[in-house]
């Protein structure tokens, strides 16, 4: 979700600022034109560096993409006052990190969840799952989006548990697996 929010970003004229623990990661969404700048969280406050890129101002909009709580909280604390994070990421577990007295509070973040499973129901009249995927569809065809580099490796249905294990065990050598149920192991 991240490379494809980067995309979709940058298509839509923003200075993109990408945050990403694995550098393979970021050094793809630079390649494929979706970053002005990368970083990666381990050597430095992503919120901190983004206040440096904006002249102490702050983005304009922060998407968190990852779930992680702790990514969550360096976004608000990267966002100018008084304007958006974007959770687009499925939060679970305790929220431990997350600090709503300091940033969020005092420079009055509007924090919206997005969800990938639908539209909010006060757009849902307008933006149903068919308008959803009709518009994703368009722009992919459209050449709006580059899709294909994301997919960093195709499984067949009979080795999901394989597939499975590369996401668990080393996440830095996939961004996007695909499972074919197509093709059948005879």
């Not at 600022?17 to 390649?31: F, H, S, T, W």
């Not at 997919?151 to 548990?161: G, R, S, V, Y």
Request: charged share 25%.
């Amino acid at each position: 979700p991240g490379q494809i929010a980067a995309q979709l970003a940058k298509k839509s004229g923003a200075r993109v600022i990408g945050v990403d623990p694995i550098d393979k990661r970021l050094e793809l969404a630079q390649d494929l034109g979706a970053l002005d700048f990368g970083m990666n969280p381990n050597n430095g406050s992503p919120a901190e560096a983004i206040k440096e890129r904006t002249g102490g101002l702050g983005a304009d909009v922060s998407i968190e993409v990852s779930g992680s709580t702790q990514a969550l909280n360096e976004a608000i604390r990267a966002t100018a006052y008084s304007s958006r994070v974007v959770a687009l990421g499925f939060f679970q577990g305790e929220a431990r990190g997350l600090y709503l007295g300091e940033e969020f509070h005092h420079n009055r973040i509007d924090l919206v969840c997005s969800q990938i499973s639908g539209s909010a129901p006060r757009i849902s009249h307008r933006w149903n799952r068919e308008r959803l995927v009709r518009t994703f569809m368009s722009l992919q065809s459209g050449g709006m989006l580059n899709l294909r580099p994301l997919i960093t490796q195709i499984f067949k249905f009979e080795q999901a548990e394989q597939a499975y294990l590369l996401l668990e065990e080393r996440p830095q050598e996939a961004l996007q697996v695909v499972l074919d149920f197509q093709t059948r192991e005879r």
